[in-house]
């Protein structure tokens, strides 16, 4: 069953003990971050057992979103800008739109007034305001332009580290957040300590300079840093961290590590 990160609201009947790990769980967290029809049932529970291992499915993602950029750039030789808005909607829509409506969401609930319960209130609520379109399209614009920057032979290194970073961002928010009870999110939480996330950050750290040398071990700090300053704002404006926060942190993520990249690439480093 296919659930998204933005489904806040879960009964109290639900919320049971962490079940043991198993690979129908890890199995389900795939089919929950992508649209792959692995037909696999899992709950929340087994799924989020594995929160630490998201970086992994990260870097399958960025597998597939960097070989589809490195076909775009190559083989067909289309030009950057019509090759960044097609390798960006992959990336987006390989993951079923989830995070991308959490970024939405998140930017509501941000720009709006009032206290942190008034915000998440609205962040919750099912119609897009001024604040959420906002921030779509500041990180989309910025994540687009971003990978048009890219250098042509430098397109699969950049966007495989990118994705693991995205997924980094996403469980760096998770460790130092403060869970909202009754909803997702919370299982993903409560599942992440730092201990966890220093094995995350280790193989993810190695995973980014196999990839790309120095510049990639930058791409994936810079995902961890889109996390903590996600936490940041979180703890001042929401108090609480959702299932939708945790999605944008994804989307933001993805995008300073890509601009973290590219900036490094063109200052020659």
């Not at 069953?1 to 795939?30: A, V, Y």
């Not at 430098?154 to 957040?177: D, G, N, R």
């Not at 994936?220 to 959702?242: K, P």
Request: charged share 10%; net charge neutral; hydrophobic share 50%.
């Amino acid at each position: 069953m296919k659930h998204s990160l933005g489904e806040e609201r879960c009964s109290d009947d639900e919320i049971t003990e962490n079940p043991p790990f198993s690979w129908q769980g890890f199995l389900g967290l795939i089919s929950f971050s992508t649209i792959l029809p692995l037909n696999i049932h899992s709950t929340i529970q087994e799924m989020a057992r594995f929160t630490f291992l998201w970086p992994l499915i990260g870097a399958f993602i960025g597998i597939i979103i960097g070989g589809f950029g490195w076909l775009l750039f190559h083989p067909l030789h289309l030009y950057p800008l019509l090759s960044a808005a097609m390798i960006y909607s992959l990336a987006i829509s390989f993951t079923g739109f989830h995070h991308l409506d959490g970024l939405v969401d998140f930017g509501d609930g941000l720009m709006a007034h009032g206290s942190p319960e008034r915000r998440i209130e609205i962040m919750r609520d099912k119609r897009i305001g001024t604040g959420g379109l906002a921030t779509l399209l500041n990180v989309s614009l910025i994540t687009f332009a971003s990978i048009a920057t890219i250098p042509m032979i430098y397109i699969f290194p950049v966007l495989f580290v990118s994705e693991i970073a995205a997924k980094m961002s996403l469980i760096s928010c998770a460790t130092f957040s403060k869970p909202l009870h009754n909803g997702t999110g919370q299982y993903f939480i409560d599942n992440m300590n730092w201990k966890l996330l220093m094995i995350s950050v280790a193989f993810t750290l190695t995973l980014g300079f196999l990839a790309f040398k120095n510049i990639g071990v930058l791409g994936i700090i810079g995902g961890i840093t889109a996390g903590l300053i996600m936490v940041l704002l979180t703890r001042r404006s929401f108090n609480y961290t959702t299932g939708d926060i945790l999605g944008a942190s994804n989307e933001v993520g993805r995008m300073l590590s890509i601009l973290i990249m590219v900036i490094f690439i063109l200052w020659g480093f």
